[in-house]
């Protein structure tokens, strides 16, 4: 009998965790469910299978123990199963079960804590996360689908056949940019005891000699650790500015200070946060365009090298440029601007017609707001669309004196370029003035406008950025 009872508590048990590692749990409300471990908003496992084990799991596990035990303690016949001895066996089974069947993989959950900032109890939980990055996008503008998911019923099914490890490393991605935010968090981690920020509280000496320590440590500069500025150091400091997106001028002000400051561990979360935003990106062909907010760069890929990169000017905070992929279809020449009704409530409802016209613009038949082709367009000379449902596309501006700036986060959604002629020379065109001219490319071109604070650049540099849309806390819960 006690063998017996021992039996039914394993059985039981197992039974149950088959279910659970099989990517559901149960949830004793007023209906009994069985919901996935995720707890993505009580979907519910719709599948005759787990019905079965379910309905198995709640006879053997109450039925069967309320006969062989329960019953008999009524009769007292607890000194003929000598009870004290079963239940102390039967929960050191139950123990050890839960113990074997909940424990995640250990190299699946070495990889959680290493590379991502996900906190997965279970194969299941640890995969998902790895897999398809956990975002909150509550506050995210853009298309969702601009990053690639794996289905969950997949990650549930390698879970099943014991091969989780493995499905998760070969759906991670193995390009230059993963791979090396992988190396340069090994680089940190090994760092972590010998980094020491300056703290900037009037000790110059000090600080002097930390912040070479920062510059030998994160840029290989290989400085004397020395409290004299010495030449080396202001190669060294102009070099940092560069990799982290600032006034490159070489002197220690607030924006540089600020960056110095940081600590290991806030460098490595950043790093770990872009490592999840590169393994959920879009994998890209051989021929493209790569927007990278945060960088206020574009970059244009072909045969898979890079031809051309240009300074860009991005969506201000609060009209922030989204986050999307389409392929380019058209390019116009000489373009209308037709004023969003947004933008013209704002900046010109109200302007008298004076005023309107001397700056280009007039009204159509339908009332609404144009500005003329030509020189002073908002749009400039040329345009660039990929359609998509933000109405965002690249355009000349006339404005070109806002490339000058470090900060270019200025338009009202739209990205406009530094060097649109040289664009539209690499697609195979040239420039005609003159009248409104609508080109439809012969190859679509794929445009990637992705949000990158961190990234390995293509001379392989580790590049920092200011997270200019406060992503990096709205994305990350």
Not at 8 to 33: I, Y
Not at 205 to 213: E, H
Not at 238 to 250: A, K, S
Not at 331 to 357: C, F, Q
Request: with cysteine; net charge positive; proline share 5%.
């Amino acid at each position: 009998m006690t063998l017996f009872c021992i039996a039914v508590a394993c059985v039981n048990f197992s039974l149950a965790m088959a279910l659970m590692m099989s990517g559901c749990k149960f949830s004793f409300s007023n209906d009994l469910m069985v919901v996935p471990l995720d707890n993505s908003r009580g979907h519910i496992c719709n599948n005759v299978y787990y019905s079965v084990i379910y309905a198995c799991f709640l006879f053997v596990g109450y039925t069967v123990p309320y006969l062989y035990i329960i019953y008999p303690l009524i009769f007292k016949e607890c000194a003929k199963l000598r009870y004290d001895i079963s239940m102390k066996k039967i929960i050191l089974v139950f123990i050890q079960t839960f113990l074997f069947a909940a424990l995640p993989d250990p190299r699946l959950q070495s990889y959680q804590e290493r590379y991502s900032l996900c906190h997965g109890k279970n194969d299941y939980q640890i995969a998902q996360c790895l897999l398809n990055g956990d975002l909150n996008y509550a506050r995210f503008r853009g298309n969702r689908n601009a990053y690639r998911k794996i289905s969950r019923s997949k990650i549930q099914e390698a879970v099943r056949t014991g091969h989780i490890y493995d499905f998760t490393m070969n759906h991670l991605p193995r390009t230059k940019r993963y791979t090396a935010l992988k190396v340069y968090i090994d680089h940190l981690y090994s760092i972590r005891r010998a980094y020491t920020p300056p703290k900037f509280k009037g000790n110059g000496a000090d600080d002097i000699v930390k912040i070479k320590r920062v510059f030998n440590l994160l840029q290989f500069a290989e400085l004397d650790e020395t409290p004299e500025r010495t030449p080396e150091f202001e190669a060294a400091s102009l070099e940092y500015q560069r990799r982290h997106g600032l006034t490159v001028d070489g002197d220690i002000g607030p924006n540089t200070k600020r960056a110095l400051k940081q600590s290991i561990h806030s460098i490595i979360t950043k790093v770990k946060k872009n490592l999840v935003l590169e393994s959920i990106s879009r994998e890209k062909g051989s021929n493209y365009v790569l927007v990278n907010i945060p960088e206020f760069k574009m970059h244009y890929y072909d045969n898979g090298e890079p031809v051309l990169n240009m300074k860009i000017i991005v969506g201000k905070p609060k009209m922030r440029t989204p986050v999307f992929n389409r392929n380019m279809q058209y390019i116009v020449e000489n373009p209308r601007w037709y004023v969003p009704p947004s933008i013209y409530n704002k900046e010109y409802a109200g302007k008298s017609e004076a005023y309107l016209r001397k700056r280009g613009f007039a009204y159509n038949s339908e009332g609404k707001l144009y500005q003329k082709g030509g020189s002073r367009n908002a749009l400039g000379l040329v345009k660039f669309l990929f359609p998509n449902r933000f109405n965002v596309y690249m355009h000349d501006t006339p404005a070109k004196s806002l490339f000058n700036r470090t900060v270019r986060a200025y338009s009202h959604g739209c990205i406009r370029l530094e060097k649109p002629f040289a664009l539209l020379h690499e697609l195979g065109y040239n420039y005609h003035r003159g009248k409104t001219k609508w080109i439809t490319l012969k190859k679509q071109i794929p445009v990637y406008v992705e949000y990158h604070t961190v990234w390995v650049d293509d001379e392989g540099i580790v590049q920092f950025r200011k997270d200019i849309y406060g992503y990096e806390k709205k994305l990350f819960r």
